[in-house]
């Protein structure tokens, strides 16, 4: 931002001003974003000339609201399981005792996100039923590896000083966990968690493919019926939830953030 | 506000209609007729010969004259149009015309607009496109041949391009179920009380078909049904085909000439007219009709008049299940109608 490029010589009023700007640029940038993109999006309907399928396909009620709610709920479940399987995992991994699993596991989890979206769901589908729930587990194997490396990366930049020090103050591994490592480690936790959500709420696009429903929908029916306002609303809709869940992300990270740090 | 434009556009329509009906004149009445009736009858006054004529087909393709010409044939980008366009080619190949092979050049508007720019030189398309997109006309008629006169009638006037012949076939949407499944055998009415019966049956849908104005809403409209949300299952256009067969969509949304119909040993539901009509005609410019017409109306004729759903269905069948190769299926048809 323009902000970047003001020297910060004297700490007056301004500079301050600033920095408080600075600091905070993605959380106030991004909900400017998502209310000016959601504008754009409405005046770019109502000035069209719209067909039967334009206003079919874009019916709130009718399509896009289910396919928002739908979308939506694809990736909060989807890194919900992720949270749940890959952090205890990354602690798991970083345990002295089985550390030397790691590269095998995070091997496993690299393959996972190596497998093209398509091929992933359309595996799943082949191995499971049609529907939401296939297409959750198919963007849970997609996602566990920001979140697992992330856990496993942020665990072990923990200064093993500060370790031995808990240790020496009489706590236990478990204790030391929990009250030392863990919260170190969260930052990092959280930003692979978020890194995770974003992909999802782009991945979960491709659900409708095997019947999971979603704004791909909507996007899918833009391309086969030539129609680029059903398109672009589609996909604009689709980045626009990726932005907001993006932010409220960062707020979350924000508040859990352990202070003093 | 949408009242109003819905209004008038009935009234741009109409007026349309009006005009289009006083250009044409005594012309109008004689290509009403021509369908039903007597061949030949007001040749010069009649602007398309579409009907399939029984005169107009050839007993041998190489009794067709076309050398001189070279003529580039597009298709889309789905089996029926490979094994159709080859037809045609190995047709215009015997009659002695130098072919350029397009085959598989796009989808509807890209072929539609090669053609208009003079890039291809002729392909198959059908007539419910013609009239709802490309002429952005309502109300089609449900009757082949006239549906296709209309078509041609309009296109010819608007933009030089000439629908020739057209096929027994429609490849129309239409729905399908598993062939031992409870639900076989009824109409779209029968479909519609089965599903409202039975909470666990599941209708799956590609995802342009329930925006189409030539898709649900006319299912919706005919048996005044809407089939609720939790019923309805969105899926890609080609696993449809094989979940409907698995028993998984009880109702599959289908094309009615789809080999894997044939291939998976699908029951289509019943259509009493509900469906728009999709038979299909060879388009070719005007000014290259005009070089040959004759030859170029039997060609059409020739090769549509034997292609019914069943028979469609098959050559597809080949193709898409079997993985022979368009052309040789094409040569193959042709020879054993004893056309080569």
Partial sequence: M????????????????????????????????????????????????????DERALSWERNLKPQLEQHISLALWSTLFVILIAVPLGIFLTRARFRRLSGLVVGFATSGQAVPAFGLLVLAFAWLDSGAWTAIWALVFFTILPVLRNTMVGLEQVDPSIIEAGRGMGLTTGQVLRRIELPLAVPVILAGVRTALVINVGMAALAYLIGGGGLGQTISAGIQLQRDLVVVTGAGLTALVALAVDWIAALVERALRPRGL | MTIHRRLSRALAGLAAL???????????????????????????????????????????????????????????????????????????????????????????LVNREALLAGEIDAYFDYNGTGWTVFLEQDDPSFEREVLTNDVCVLDLEENGVRWLGVSPFNNTYGFATAGDSPAAGGDLQAMAD??????????????????????MVLFEEATGTIIPDSQIETLETGVIYEQTARGRCTF?????????????????????????????????????????????????????????????????????????????????????????
């Avoid at chain 1, 020297?7 to 209310?35: C, D, F, K, N």
Wanted: hydrophobic fraction near 40%.
């Fill in chain 1, 2 to 53: 323009t902000a970047a490029t003001v020297p910060a010589r004297s700490p007056g009023t301004v500079t301050r001003v600033v920095q408080t700007v600075r600091e905070h640029a993605e959380l106030i940038v991004t909900p400017v974003l998502v209310v000016v993109g959601g504008i754009l999006l409405r005046l770019n309907y109502l000035r069209s000339d719209r067909t039967f399928a």
């Fill in chain 2, 18 to 108: 009006t005009l289009l009906a006083a250009a044409c004149g005594g012309d109008d009445d004689s290509a009403d007729d021509a369908p039903g009736g007597d061949p030949g009858d007001g040749a010069t006054t009649e602007v398309c010969e579409t009907a399939l004529d029984e005169d107009d087909g050839v007993e041998s393709l190489s009794e067709l004259d076309f050398s001189g010409l070279s003529v580039n044939v597009g298709s889309k980008d789905f089996v029926e149009q490979f094994v159709l366009s080859n037809l045609l080619i190995v047709g215009l190949e015997a009659g002695g015309a130098r072919v350029t092979d397009s085959t598989n050049l796009g989808g509807t």
């Fill in chain 2, 194 to 215: 089965y599903i409202e019966e039975n909470p666990d049956a599941t209708v799956c849908l590609e995802t342009e078909f329930p925006n189409r104005p030539d898709g």
């Fill in chain 2, 252 to 340: 599959g949304e289908i094309f009615t000439t789809d080999g894997r119909i044939p291939a998976l040993g699908l029951e289509v539901v019943e259509d009493p007219g509900v469906f728009i009509l999709y038979n299909v005609s060879l388009t070719i410019k005007d000014d290259l009709y005009q070089q040959a017409p004759e030859a170029w109306e039997a060609l059409a004729d020739t090769i549509l008049e034997r292609l019914d759903n069943d028979v469609m269905a098959e050559l597809n069948r080949k193709v898409s299940a079997d993985g022979q190769d368009p052309k040789a299926v094409a040569t193959e048809f042709l020879q054993s109608e004893g056309l080569l």
